[in-house]
Nanobody
Framework: QVQLVESGGGLVQPGGSLRLSCVVS????????MGWCRQAPGKKRELVAS???????KYQDSVKGRFTVFRDNAKNTVYLQMDSLTPEDTAVYYC????????????WGQGTQVSISP
């Protein structure tokens, strides 16, 4: 069965950094586009970063230049490096497998809480 297991969330101060990891199982990672979604209180879930099968990436404007998404297919792992964090980044972050369009989620993990506060 498809499983996406996130880790690496936590509480950091503004300007800090975190690296999230997503270990996948139940499907060949190399054959799928992947991404990271987040959901903040009172907000809808949004896809903030995508990494495609060929390694190309796409970012929401709000995180571009601060977040980096990358993948290691041999380790069945997708990463999200988050730098220069602000309180607006506070959310539950979900690893996501994307459908054939590359923009819509067909599976997601349990989520990991990221909180940015002084």
């Amino acid at each position: 069965q498809v499983q996406l297991v996130e880790s690496g969330g936590g509480l950091v101060q503004p300007g800090g950094s975190l690296r999230l990891s997503c270990v996948v199982s139940g499907f060949p990672l190399s054959r799928y586009d992947m991404g990271w979604c987040r959901q903040a209180p009172g907000k809808k879930r949004e896809l903030v970063a995508s990494v495609y099968m060929d390694g190309a990436t796409k970012y929401q404007d709000s995180v571009k230049g601060r977040f980096t998404v990358f993948r290691d297919n041999a380790k069945n792992t997708v990463y999200l490096q988050m730098d220069s964090l602000t309180p607006e980044d506070t959310a539950v972050y979900y690893c996501a497998r994307l459908d054939r369009s590359g923009d819509y989620v067909d599976y997601w993990g349990q989520g990991t809480q990221v909180s940015i506060s002084p």
